[in-house]
């Protein structure tokens, strides 16, 4: 199967669903504080190094306290499924998800909904990686030839390093990745992970987010003599804002526009660089919703 044939696919995907699960309006009422506003917790998954994660998230909640006037709390995920639970659970209202994480957080609380996006997340990718050792190079066509290599997701939870380069192995290739690398991939837990096992020889064969990628490249912090891009997947949406439905009801009507503009006002590159991503754009439930059929079709919902 060619990647035009499955981006076609995909675009079907996505203007399918007219019904979508987590988009509609929620039932639930909750008390707001004592008339001083609460703090508000928010999260992101943690796609890449932790402690860079805590120092830039943290900046972005020192800049939407002081545009909404309400004070915000970044609060460190310990995985991908944490991050889920943790807005299950309304220990958190507000958190930066992948196409994945976001499809399972508003098919667990009703009423949620995607509020922005990365100017890159409507069209992502993600890259498979090769050591130089496997002789592999860039190719439009998918690499059959890593049948039977040694190969790692990233998180178990990961669109761009788990579902979506699962959907296309299994769609190309007609097996499951356990069929076709001969032996269960492994799962590398985040991105910079998976980059580190693929230059360092561990692993063969990988995928990772090309946004992280691009950018530790761009940083120096990758030798491209030794781990390189052997195949980009067909784009798929990805990242995004999901405000939980309890906002409105804690800080005012019309709280969730606003911390929707505040988010898409953001302009200083060093806080953009929390993402990463150029700008932040305006995002609904319907962006997402041919990643969520995929999510849905092989049992991650």
């Known amino acids: 199967m060619t990647a035009k044939s499955l981006r076609a696919g995909l675009a079907t995907l996505t203007m399918s669903g007219l019904v979508l699960t987590g988009c509609n309006p929620s039932d639930q009422a909750t008390t707001g504080g004592d008339g001083t506003p609460p703090v508000l917790r928010f999260s992101a998954i943690p796609d890449q190094n932790q402690t860079e994660l805590r120092e830039k998230f943290t900046a972005i909640a020192q800049h939407l306290s002081g545009e909404l006037g309400v004070p915000f709390e970044y609060v460190p995920a310990a995985d991908y499924r944490a991050s889920v639970q943790m807005f299950r659970n309304g220990d958190i209202h507000l958190a930066w998800f992948g196409g994945l994480t976001g499809a399972q957080a508003r098919n667990a609380v009703p009423g949620a909904r995607a509020i922005a996006q990365g100017d890159s997340d409507p069209l992502y ?177």
């Not at 063969?204 to 891009?229: N, S």
Request: glycine share 8%; charged share 25%; hydrophobic share 40%.
């Open 125 to 301: 990718f993600s890259y498979f990686l090769a050591h130089r050792d496997t002789g592999l190079e860039e190719s439009d066509e998918f690499p059959m030839e890593i049948a039977g290599m040694s190969f790692t997701f990233g998180s178990e939870s990961s669109t761009s390093g788990r579902l979506m380069p699962e959907y296309f192995i299994r769609e190309i290739t007609g097996k499951t990745p356990a069929e076709f690398f001969e032996q269960q991939p492994g799962f590398s837990g985040d991105h910079t992970k998976t980059i580190e096992l693929v230059s360092t020889g561990q692993i063969q064969v990988a995928v990772v987010a090309y946004t992280l990628y691009d950018r530790m490249v761009e940083d120096g912090l990758i030798d491209t003599d030794l781990v390189r891009v052997i195949w980009r997947t067909p784009d798929y949406a990805n990242y995004n804002f999901t405000a939980h439905p309890e906002l409105d009801e804690i800080y005012g009507e019309g709280f969730i526009e606003r911390l929707a503009e505040a988010l898409i006002a953001i302009d200083d590159p060093e806080l953009l660089s929390a993402f990463p991503r150029g700008a932040i754009i305006p995002a609904k439930c319907e962006d997402f919703e041919g990643t969520r059929i995929v999510a849905e079709d092989l049992g991650f919902l």
